[in-house]
T-cell receptor, first 113, second 114 residues
């Protein structure tokens, strides 16, 4: 199994531009989570899905952020328009009901200038 | 709500020293407990877990025991190596009503010097 795959690994964009982060979970996992990691705030849960349905999006900072999961093997996190304060490492993780832990991807380091 | 408190770092140890990273928790239900490790530039990896009281999780020389009476899950290793330098996260998960959300502590950075 290739694990949770995220792309791109690094993204540098200008303020105001749209950014799309991508995630492919582990096959068979029915939970998918998006986290943001910064030095100031640590790990923050943004949103999670169960069977492709968003369950809790209370961590999404504002309307500029949106996430979709059109099928069991793909999810996106979109920021439009991006701002410098969105600079962070964004992690995707997946899990199944039988698992007791998550499997994380390697993350996308986003820099908004 | 659920929360995890772990000792603040950074922690700097010499190689072969004994390591303890404290972790305590509060939970609304009966949690499963985890330690994750994050090496520089990488995502978090599950290090060990315990799902019920008095369970001991262990992996790669690290151990942690689920102590319900003290609501703790301290991470220990008898002899650290330079390769153990990383950030360690304690976490809990209370399953119920379809919730499988992990709650993380803020992380403890460990640096091991030769």
């Amino acid at each position: 199994d290739a694990g949770v795959i995220q792309s791109p690994r690094h993204e540098v964009t200008e303020m105001g531009q749209e950014v799309t982060l991508r995630c492919k979970p582990i096959s068979g996992h029915d939970y998918l989570f998006w986290y943001r990691q910064t030095m100031m705030r640590g790990l923050e849960l943004l949103i999670y899905f169960n069977n492709n349905v968003p369950i809790d999006d209370s961590g999404m900072p504002e309307d500029r952020f949106s996430a979709k999961m059109p099928n069991a093997s793909f999810s996106t996190l979109k920021i439009q328009p991006s701002e410098p304060r969105d600079s962070a490492v964004y992690f995707c993780a997946s899990s199944s009901q039988e698992d007791y832990g998550y499997t994380f991807g390697s993350g996308t380091r986003l820099t908004v200038v | 709500g659920d929360s995890v408190t772990q000792m603040e770092g950074p922690v700097t140890l010499s190689e072969e020293a004994f390591l303890t990273i404290n972790c305590t928790y509060t939970a609304t239900g009966y949690p499963s407990l985890f330690w994750y490790v994050q090496y520089p530039g990488e995502g978090l990896q599950l290090l060990l877990k315990a799902t019920k009281a008095d369970d001991k999780g262990s992996n790669k020389g690290f151990e942690a025991t689920y102590r319900k009476e003290t609501t703790s899950f301290h991470l220990e290793k008898g002899s650290v190596q330079v390769s153990d330098s990383a950030v360690y996260f304690c976490a809990l998960r209370v399953s119920g009503a379809g919730s499988y959300q992990l709650t993380f502590g803020k992380g403890t950075k460990l640096s091991v010097i030769p």
